[in-house]
C-alpha cells in the first residue's frame, strides 16, 4: 500500500500538475489537450504483453513454488526406479545368551540301551555368539515395481498439469491488466479530445455570458459539461496508475520505478483475431488434461492393486560366519563356523486380509467420476466459448453504432457552435448535445472493454490463450 500510495502521489503530481492547474489558466486551455498527449507519446520502455506474462511466470513466488513441487516429483520417480538395483546388507550381531534353550531329545530312538521312550533335558547353544552375515537380494519379477514407477510418472504429469493450470491462470489475469491499461490510455486520449471540446464550447457561451446576452443556467450547464470532461480525465489517469501498480505486482517487480512504460497498442489492432473462429483444444486446456490424467491414474492403480497378488522372484545370497563360545573371547580360534547360499527366492501372496473386489471396484468407479467430470467440464468451455463469441459479435455491432454516433454527434456540435457564434441557435441546443455524445462515450468505454475481456474468455474457454505469447 505504501508502494501504491507513493507512486500514485508522484503520477498525480506530475500529470496533474501539468492538468489542473493549466485549465485554470484561460489563455493556455486549448494548449492543454495537445500537452498531454505528447505526454502519453513521450518515448517510454514498451512492455509487451509476452513479457508481462513471462516476467509473471518468472518472478511470482506460487509459480516457482509449483515447479519445485513438479521437481520433487520428479526425483520420487528416479529413486524408485532404484528399486530394480541389487539390494547389499551387512547384519552383524554379538549376543549373550544367560540362559541356554534347552530342548527334549527322544534318546531311546539313538540308543538301544534305554527305553524306546525314553528322553532327555540338553541345553544348545553357547553362552556368547556373534555373527557377521552379508546378504545379496535382485529383483528378477517384480511387477508391482513397475506399477509404481508408471504412478510415479502420471502423478508426475498431474502435477505439471496442475502447474500449468496455475500459469494459464496467472497469464489470463496479466492480459486482463494490461488490456485494461492500454483501454485506460485510450480513454485519456478520448477524454482529452472531450476537454477541448467543451471547453471550446465553455468558451462561446462565456463570452456571450459577459456580453450579456446569455443566462447564467445556460453558462452553468456549460461549465457543467467541461467539468464532467474534466473528471473523466482524471478518473482515467487514477485508474491507469492503479492498474499499472496491479501489473507491477502481478508481474513480480518490486521497483515501483518501473511504471514507466507503455503497453503495445498493436495489440488492439488485431480485428482479425477478434473475427475469427477457434477450434476447441482440448490438450491445450490444463484442467481438461489433469482431469484426464487423474482418470489414467485410477485405472494404473487397479492395475497396480491387482499385480499384488503376482508372484514375486528374486535371486537371493548370503555368505556368513558364526561364533560360539562359554567365554568372552571374541577372536577365539576354532570357534567360527562359516555359512552361504545362493538360490532363487519366489513368493506367491495368498491371502492378504483386505477385500480386493471392493478396492478394485472403488478404483474402477474413481477412473469414471474423472472421467466424467471432464466430459462435463468439456462441454462447459464449449459452451463458454461459443457464449464469448456471440457477445464479442453482439458488442462488436453496439461499438460500430457508437462510433457512428460519435462522429454524427461531434458534426453537430461543431454545426451548433458556429450557429451560436453566428447567434442562429441557442445555448441549450449545444449544452444538449455535449451532455448525450458524453453519454455515448461512456457506453462505448464500457463496450470496448467488454469486447477484450470477451475475446480473452474466448480464448481460454477455447484452449488457445498461448496466443498471448506465441
Known sequence: MILKEQFILRETTIMKRRFLNIVLLKSVQLVFPLLLLSLLSIAQNTLTLEQAI??????????????????????????????????????????????????????????????????????????????????????LMDLSIKRQIKEFELQER??????????????????????????????????????????????????????????????????????????????????????????LFLIGEPDISKADFTIDAGLFKQDQLLKSDLRLQKDSIPELKQLELQGKLAGLQAQSEKAKYIPTLNLKGHLGANQYTNNFNPIEANSWYGSSYLGLDMKVPLLFGEDKQSKLQQLHQQELQFNQQREDKSAQYEKDALTAKLK????????????????LSNETIRIIQERVKEGQETSSALNTEEAGIQTIEADEAVAKKQLWLYWLDYLKSTGQLNKLWK
Open 54 to 139: 513471462n516476467s509473471a511466470w518468472t518472478n511470482r513466488k506460487n509459480i516457482q513454488a509449483g515447479k519445485w513441487d513438479l521437481s520433487i516429483r520428479k526425483l520420487q520417480t528416479d529413486a524408485l526406479m532404484k528399486k530394480y538395483w541389487p539390494q547389499l546388507s551387512f547384519e552383524y550381531t554379538y549376543l549373550y545368551n544367560p540362559i541356554l534353550q534347552t530342548s527334549i531329545l527322544p534318546i531311546g530312538l539313538f540308543n538301544s540301551s534305554f527305553p524306546p521312550d525314553a528322553t532327555k533335558a540338553l541345553q544348545f547353544g553357547t553362552t556368547w555368539t556373534q555373527s557377521a552375515d552379508l546378504i545379496l537380494l535382485q529383483p
Open 158 to 247: 498431474i502435477t505439471a498439469s496442475s502447474q500449468a493450470q496455475t500459469e494459464y491462470d496467472l497469464a489470463y489475469t496479466v492480459a486482463q491488466t494490461y488490456l485494461n491499461i492500454g483501454l485506460q490510455e485510450q480513454q485519456i486520449r478520448s477524454a482529452v479530445t472531450d476537454t477541448n471540446r467543451t471547453w471550446i464550447s465553455y468558451q462561446l457561451q462565456k463570452d456571450k455570458f459577459d456580453a450579456k446576452r446569455l443566462l447564467k443556467s445556460d453558462l452553468n450547464k456549460a461549465q457543467i459539461n467541461h467539468n464532467n470532461t474534466l473528471q473523466k480525465l482524471k478518473d482515467a489517469i487514477s485508474q491507469l496508475i492503479e492498474n499499472k501498480v496491479y501489473l
Open 392 to 407: 464479442m459479435k453482439r458488442v462488436m455491432a453496439q461499438i460500430n453504432t457508437f462510433e457512428e454516433n460519435i462522429s
